[in-house]
Each structure stands twice: as structure tokens, then as C-alpha cells.
């Protein structure tokens, strides 16, 4: 297993594997849904503001992260985790943590203060991930389950409770999403 960072000439290959993972365990809807987003995140997030990461086997890309900017009250640097996606005949074979815990290592060479991410607890916690609470920091948009707001620490500091608006690219920045 090779991981490294996303290369956009790999665009393509990024989206069909999120159409496929995400209609295989989601729906045929959640796949266009899902393969729509990586595409906007792709096209109109600065450079700067995006950090894709790959697993490849043989060639062939059977995982895929994203971390975007995400704008704190505080001003530390800052990313969130959205999406994931590892071939579905993988699944549950570690590949998906241990590209988590790749990105979380280059977000930290490269100084990012906080990593966050919103879904299933029980996953995310395996790589560092814990609850936060919206009194801590605020989520860029309304959550429709609050307990898959989740955050960490990359450099060891704890999170403060920080005031105001957080913002997201504009890919993210969209309600139905969260």
C-alpha cells in the first residue's frame, strides 16, 4: 500500500471511486450526491485551502481524503476531514485510518493547529477524532446529528472555547451536506 498526496490529474479516478463507494453503501442518489461534491471541492477550492491524500495498490487508487480550510474564531490554522472513501472490497481492512492518520501527519508538518470532521464517532475516534460540543466551536452549518461534530488537537494544545463563526469553502458550504 502506497499512500501520498492527491495529484489533480487524478480527478477523475478521485470521483469515481467516491460515486462508487458511496452508491454501493448509500444509494445510487448519495453516489451522484457524493461524486458532485468531490467535483466542486476539486474545481473551486484554492490550492492552498485543499489537502487530498491517496492509498494506492498496484497502481490503483482504492482510497481518498479530503481536508479543506475551515475558517476559527481564533485564527489557528485549521482543516476538516470531508470526505472518505476506500474501496468497498477494503473496507474494514485499516486502509481508511491509516490514510486518516497520513493526512493528520502531513496537516502537522505543515503547522495546522486543529483537525475536524463530522461523522460516525465510532470511527473517527480510532484516529484521535473526539466530540466537541458547539459551545467549544461552532459548526459552519447546522448539524443534523450534533455528536458527529468532532475534533482534535495537532499540536498537542487542548481546544479552547473559541467565539463566533466558523466558515468553510464554499464546496462544504452547503447545509445538506451536514
Known sequence: ???SQFEPSRTQEAITLFRNVFSASEGEAEGRVIADFV???I???EQQDLIGCV???NDRLVGCIFFSRITVPNGQSAFILSPVAVSTELQGTGIGQKLIQY???HLRSVNVKLAFTYGDPGYYCKTGFQ???ENIV???CPLSQPIGWLAQSLDGQAIQPMVGATR???ALNDPSLW
Open 168 to 170: 468553510c469553502v464554499e
Open 1 to 3: 500500500m502506497k499512500f
Open 43 to 45: 474545481h473551486t477550492t
Open 55 to 57: 492509498a494506492e495498490l
Open 138 to 140: 461552532k459548526a459552519p
Open 39 to 41: 467535483a466542486k471541492l
Open 131 to 133: 466530540p466537541i460540543n
Open 103 to 105: 493526512g493528520l501527519d
